[in-house]
């Protein structure tokens, strides 16, 4: 038997109505199934409760319900398991989900084991302070400082392996994943990149510069970030986690030992995604 855990965001997925067919399906399979132990909704069928922790290591998949955002909340502690994500777009664009809310009966197919495996690549960031780290944290899409709090502008030194190449005035800068380039970084006027790609994106946030553009790196390359800044200056990982930064703290960036699996059972690309997503 199967063990499936299920993690529905309830913002997105009103009522539990999509999550409750997605059970009566894994009901009919005799799959056993988890849910994380502070859901509120009551569920019909035989449905066990577990701190996410936990349920992760137990379980042989994931099944998100909800947008991008549900699925980066998970990727994490999916990737330390070495656990496969299929997403369920409950939400409004979800790059990352594979199957549409009209499209659940798919889930047979994949508990049938008809599907491949999407490795992403991710981040890992660190803070340090005076050679002391205060943070780590690992991105599936992308690392975040900008300003915080009142309309400022920050000021924020790059280094690449190294070697210093870029000084930022602006609201910030972005370090994405090639998974990361059609979130934020796409917004903020990154290009677009084949998630298969072996490189990092670094995006500054309306810069008061002409002159500054994203830059393209290799994946392998350690990205620093100087924090020039006095206050009001924040980081963020995935829009999940954060971190507060001071004066001259670095934010420390490199390709990290973990990888993300989503599952495919669709016969689409990347590109066929991206025409799909963003024409409109």
């Not at 701190?51 to 379980?59: G, N």
């Not at 990361?180 to 946030?205: E, K, N, Q, R």
């Not at 008061?208 to 990205?223: R, T």
């Not at 960036?253 to 997503?277: M, P, Q, V």
Request: aromatic fraction near 6%.
């Amino acid at each position: 038997m199967k063990t499936i855990l299920l993690c529905p965001n309830p913002n997105r997925d009103i009522g539990m109505a999509i999550t409750e067919r997605v059970i009566s399906i894994l009901n009919a399979m005799q799959m056993r199934i988890i849910v994380e132990d502070d859901l509120e909704h009551t569920f019909s069928g035989n449905i066990n409760r577990s701190p996410i922790e936990t349920a992760v290591k137990q379980c042989d998949m994931i099944i998100s319900l909800g947008g991008d955002g549900t699925i980066l909340r998970l990727a994490t502690l999916a990737a330390k398991a070495d656990k496969p994500i299929l997403g369920i777009n409950t939400g409004n664009v979800g790059f990352l989900a594979e199957l549409e809310k009209n499209e659940i009966s798919f889930i047979t197919e994949v508990i049938e084991g008809n599907y491949s495996v999407d490795v992403r690549s991710m981040l890992s960031v660190f803070v340090r302070r005076r050679d002391k780290e205060l943070f780590i944290g690992t991105a599936l899409n992308d690392a975040v400082i900008r300003s915080r709090g009142e309309v400022r502008t920050v000021t924020l030194d790059l280094w690449s392996n190294g070697y210093f190449f870029s000084s930022i005035k602006g609201d910030g800068i972005i370090i994405a994943t090639p998974t990361g380039s059609t979130a934020y970084s796409l917004s903020a006027g990154g290009p677009i990149v084949d998630p298969s790609s072996d490189i990092v994106v670094v995006t500054p946030i309306c810069a008061h510069s002409l002159g500054v553009k994203s830059f393209v790196l290799p994946a392998e390359n350690v990205v620093v970030v100087d924090n020039r800044s006095a206050e009001s200056v924040f980081l963020s990982v995935d829009g999940v986690t954060g971190f507060q930064l001071q004066a001259e703290d670095l934010v420390v960036t490199r390709k990290s030992e973990l990888f993300c699996k989503l599952i495919r059972l669709k016969n689409h690309s990347f590109y066929d995604i991206i025409k799909d997503k963003l024409t409109y």
